[in-house]
């Protein structure tokens, strides 16, 4: 399996899990919704497809107009990510979840990516 980024998004900015094909967290932190901080996220989705070969594959829940910003940046650069349904991403990491906190909540994302058959969005 190649990288996974979760992104748990708010008013003006996401915060951000990376995980490598075993699992491990390389990095994460928080990206404010601006120009220079998608650009830097552009950069890194690159240096992972060359990295892995194939794209990252990128996660996060549909927060209404919070997510529009990050869904325009993706479908403008041509990257392939799973937007789900906030109510089915809280059922899958439900069981997962100790402390509900943006962090926790991209890492149970980018964790329960690994093992949930989810449909990419257009």
């Not at 059922?91 to 890492?107: E, G, N, V």
Request: hydrophobic share 35%; charged share 30%.
């Amino acid at each position: 399996m190649k990288h996974v980024i979760a992104l748990d998004v708010s008013k003006g900015k996401s915060t951000f899990a990376i995980y490598d094909r075993y699992k491990q967290c390389e990095l994460e932190g928080e990206l404010t919704h601006t120009r220079i901080d998608f650009e830097r996220l552009h950069h890194r989705i690159e240096e992972m497809t060359v990295l892995d070969k194939q794209a990252p594959e990128i996660v996060f829940e549909a927060t209404g107009i919070y997510s529009k910003p990050l869904e325009k940046f993706l479908a403008t650069k041509g990257h392939t990510y799973c937007r789900m349904n906030p109510l089915e991403a809280n059922l899958q990491m439900a069981k997962m979840r100790r402390h509900k906190t943006d962090i926790s909540d991209a890492h149970e994302l980018a964790k329960t990516h690994f093992s949930m058959a989810r449909e990419a969005t257009y």
